[in-house]
């Protein structure tokens, strides 16, 4: 049933994107630019889901808490302003999420986590906008997971440093990644690497989403109509 929802309601959700499906879990960061940046509240829960609990999170150094902290306790994540690449319907330029390195390295090879169910979804399309500061990352890996402990690779790609959001929206097909799909929990991890040595180079991602194509089950389930405005909309 919840997979007819999307079917029939996130048609304005997943109208930008039609030739990747429904949506399975967005993070749009819609909220304008705040002060401080670095007070951010772990997990970030989804601005949309199929299913509900899906969160975002991160092993990166974390705001300890502080009065007025220093750039150290601040943590390597931080919000700055967003970009239109990969925005979804309904939902209004806000924030991006960014990891930020330090004179201590802590931001090389820490990631982004994202939590979600995959209940009656198949084929992931995982897709976002991104940023490279000049001194900022290298290259960006993407792994998979069902526990969230035991992570198996599945792509990886080199940035372009520009300082720019990108003009088009990366885009990382999961179809063929059986394993985590139609599943209560599964994980995906954005992973840096390569920022220059103790520098404050930043990586910025905005827009995050997770697509599918829903079972033959689920289809069924809606029925005729669902997947008739479905198609309409696609």
């Known amino acids: 049933m919840k997979t007819c929802v999307v079917l029939t309601i996130a048609g304005a959700i997943a109208a930008g994107t ?5 949506t399975v879990a967005y993070w749009a960061f819609p909220v304008p630019a705040q002060s401080p940046n670095y007070g951010m509240a772990w997990p970030i829960a989804a601005d ?16 300890d808490g502080s009065v ?5 306790a601040q943590g390597s994540m931080q919000y700055f302003t967003g970009d239109g690449v990969n925005l979804q319907p309904t939902y209004s330029i806000g924030q991006a999420i960014s990891l930020r390195n330090d004179s ?20 992931l399309v995982l897709s976002y906008a991104e940023r490279y500061s000049s001194t900022g990352p290298t290259g960006v890996t993407i ?9 198996t690779p599945a792509t990886n790609y080199a940035t372009n440093r520009t300082g720019a959001f990108l003009s088009a929206a990366r885009v990382i097909d999961l179809s063929a990644v059986d394993a985590i799909e139609n599943l209560a929990s599964v994980y995906l991890k954005i992973t840096f690497t390569g920022f220059n040595a103790n520098s404050t180079g930043t990586a910025r991602i905005d827009n995050i ?6 079972t033959p089950g689920a289809l069924a389930l809606c029925g005729a109509a669902g997947v008739l ?3 309409r909309r696609r």
């Open 143 to 151: 792994q998979y997971s069902t526990n969230g402990v035991a992570y």
């Open 104 to 123: 201590l390295d802590r931001g090389q090879n820490k990631s982004l986590i994202l939590n979600f169910s995959t209940l009656g979804e198949i084929d």
């Open 68 to 72: 007025a902290p220093n750039a150290i």
């Open 18 to 22: 039609a030739a990747h499906g429904a």
């Open 209 to 214: 989403l997770v697509t599918s194509v829903p």
């Open 229 to 231: 405005v479905a198609r």
């Open 48 to 63: 949309a889901s199929v299913n509900p609990g899906a969160t975002l999170d991160t092993d990166a150094p974390k705001y």
